[in-house]
């Protein structure tokens, strides 16, 4: 596979909040994920579904609320200086492998669709991220 991405990408997150907002859409999570996100917020799984999460198909995605005309991630907590995740040490793989998901790394034009329409400000920003660490995120979702 000739990966166009072969000399790594840079990217930092500058905890803008907006891989965490927008259309309506969904933050996937498991079995295993679910229990760790129930135990940290000190809730039974049947709670923690009951409050926090939808049935898309077959699958669970974290609920969402309306702020500003946006669809937030439930967890997105804007009380502070900068958005944050409230469950950041256990959230979801989906949002651990950000902006490394297989549809934005399908090509260079994709990357900058994907950074444009979030916008993500850390996108071809910072660090230069080595081709390995992008291949396990991409390959974790």
Do not use: H
Not at 15 to 30: H, Y
């Amino acid at each position: 596979m000739n990966e166009w991405y072969a000399n790594g990408l840079k990217f930092s997150c500058t905890q803008c909040g907006n891989c965490c907002t927008g259309p309506p859409g969904a933050v996937w999570f498991n079995e295993a994920e679910g229990r760790a996100m129930a135990k940290k917020m000190g809730l039974s799984e049947e709670s923690f579904y009951e409050k926090f999460a939808r049935k898309l198909g077959t699958n669970w995605s974290l609920k969402e609320r309306i702020f500003e005309g946006k669809y937030d991630c439930i967890f997105l907590d804007r009380s502070g200086k900068l958005p944050s995740c409230s469950l950041y040490e256990v959230r979801p793989t989906q949002c651990r492998t950000w902006p490394f998901w297989p549809e934005s790394l399908a090509s260079p034009e994709a990357w900058e669709r994907v950074k444009r329409e979030t916008p993500c400000e850390g996108m071809n920003q910072g660090k230069l991220i080595p081709i390995e660490e992008i291949r396990i995120q991409r390959d974790s979702k």
